[in-house]
């Protein structure tokens, strides 16, 4: 039993096109996560939902778009796709916004590459 | 700003004991994290701190100092399945669940 499920795992686009990453978690946790990690393996943190409320919003652009029908999922749409989008990303969960003392459960990810 | 340091890179070699540190220079402060991310695959958790001190766990610890924004990951026994990225992150805000990660340090472990 996957915990925190992305499709897909691989996807090759080309520029200008608009494609949307899948995530779900089977955890009950009630926050999930946004993760962007470049070609130098950096992490960093996109945007995040606590019970379908948006709480963080980084500085990304607004071709970006997550949506979140319920606690249990979380997409990411992206519009216009560029080169620059190209990256590993990855979905995350975990229970509440103050008690984090077991971090995040990151799904598998997905390798998104813009030709 | 928020910035987290580690080495880029070390190699260490199998049966011995290797540490990796991680500086931080955060906002604020409310927990930081040790993530093990072996090639192709996600960031699993291995440690938690956020009192100052080492938590022990099996072949794994992590030790705090929270007035130096200072913590290392010591890896003993070491064994060619330890070869992997290691991430220290960084909680800095208690009110939000944001989590600051480093660029990660990878760890080759040789023969």
């Known amino acids: 039993d996957t915990a925190v499920s992305q499709t897909p795992k691989y996807l090759v686009t080309q520029m200008g096109n608009d494609k949307s990453i899948k995530c779900e978690q089977n955890l009950g946790h009630d926050t999930m996560y946004w993760y962007k990690q470049d070609s130098k393996k950096f992490l960093k943190i996109m945007f995040s939902?606590?019970?379908?409320?948006?709480?963080i919003n980084e500085t990304v652009p607004n071709r970006f778009s997550p949506k979140s029908p319920d606690k249990a999922h979380l997409n990411l749409h992206i519009n216009s796709l560029e080169l620059g989008d190209s990256a590993v990303y990855f979905c995350?969960?975990?229970?509440?916004?103050?008690?984090?003392?077991?971090?995040?459960?990151f799904g598998s990810g997905t390798r998104l590459t813009v030709v | 700003g928020q910035n987290i340091d580690q080495p880029t890179e070390m190699t260490a070699t199998e049966g011995a004991i290797v540490q990796i540190n991680c500086t931080y220079q955060?906002?604020?402060?409310?927990?930081l994290f040790w993530y093990q991310q072996h090639a192709g695959e996600a960031p699993t958790f291995l440690s938690y701190?956020?009192?100052?001190g080492l938590e022990e766990k099996g072949r794994f610890s992590s030790f705090l100092s929270r007035s130096k924004g200072y913590s290392y990951l010591l890896l003993k026994e070491l064994q060619m399945k330890d070869s992997a990225s290691y991430l220290c992150?960084?909680?800095?805000?208690?009110?939000?669940?944001?989590?600051?990660f480093g660029s990660g340090t990878r760890l080759s472990i040789r023969p």
């Open positions: 995350a969960s975990s229970q509440g916004r103050g008690q984090l003392s077991y971090g995040y459960t």
């Open positions: 701190n956020v009192l100052d």
């Open positions: 939902y606590n019970n379908k409320e948006l709480i």
């Open positions: 955060t906002s604020g402060f409310n927990g």
């Open positions: 992150a960084v909680r800095a805000d208690s009110s939000a669940s944001k989590i600051i």
